[in-house]
């Protein structure tokens, strides 16, 4: 839906050649995420499909005021991950990262082998959050607090806290420490990075 609204957006400010580019690559989006609408677990492969389409749609919607890199191991691709898991992380990254003025904010997406481990790290060097709502999302993602609260701040009772809650329960059935799915650091003015280590699971192998 903010796609959409983007499209219109830039119908409406004459940039007709941004939303027939945002337009493309919705289309190729959705024929990705309703291929195999009925899985779970799906190969990483195809989730980076998802989320470099999901990327460039978002910076095409911001006039490229941030850009994006993707560092992977080989064949880390052919490894499975539940569907959606970077697709809410990254969308984090352009909604409550993005700095406001003329400085061009960097998503980092790195996938690497450590141990028996697949690590996820999703960074920015953002606006990043403040101690005292960091704190309150760790206590949400170890489920010590409840996701939202009354009030429409995106930390402090929206959209944020609710998708960490979110992927991070359902990320504990395939991760190395269930006590932990999520790793989260942040420090305003520096960014946000979030770390994930997943289990090495072959599509055989849920």
């Given at each position: ?137 760790m206590r949400v993602i170890h489920g010590e607090a409840e996701p939202l609260l009354p009030g429409g701040h ?53």
């Open positions: 839906y903010n796609i959409l609204d983007s499209i219109k957006i830039c119908n409406t400010l004459g940039r007709t050649d941004d939303a027939n580019q945002m337009l493309s690559r919705l289309a190729a989006f959705y024929r990705l995420i309703l291929r195999k609408n009925d899985l779970d677990i799906i190969p990483i492969g195809e989730e980076l499909e998802i989320i470099k389409l999901y990327l460039e749609m978002e910076a095409i919607s911001h006039e490229h005021s941030f850009t994006y890199t993707l560092e992977i191991d080989p064949d880390i691709e052919f490894f499975s991950i539940p569907r959606f898991v970077f697709q809410p992380l990254v969308e984090n990254c352009v909604t409550h990262g993005l700095p406001g003025d003329a400085k061009c904010m960097t998503i980092a997406i790195s996938l690497r082998y450590v141990g028996d481990a697949i690590r996820i790290v999703i960074r920015d060097n953002g606006l990043g959050i403040p101690p005292q709502q960091m704190e309150r999302l995106p930390f402090t009772g929206g959209t944020a806290f609710y998708g960490l809650h979110n992927i991070s329960e359902r990320l504990k059935p395939y991760v190395m420490n269930p006590a932990e799915p999520i790793s989260c650091q942040s420090a305003p003015g520096l960014g946000t990075r979030v770390t994930i280590d997943l289990r090495q699971m072959l599509p055989d192998n849920p």
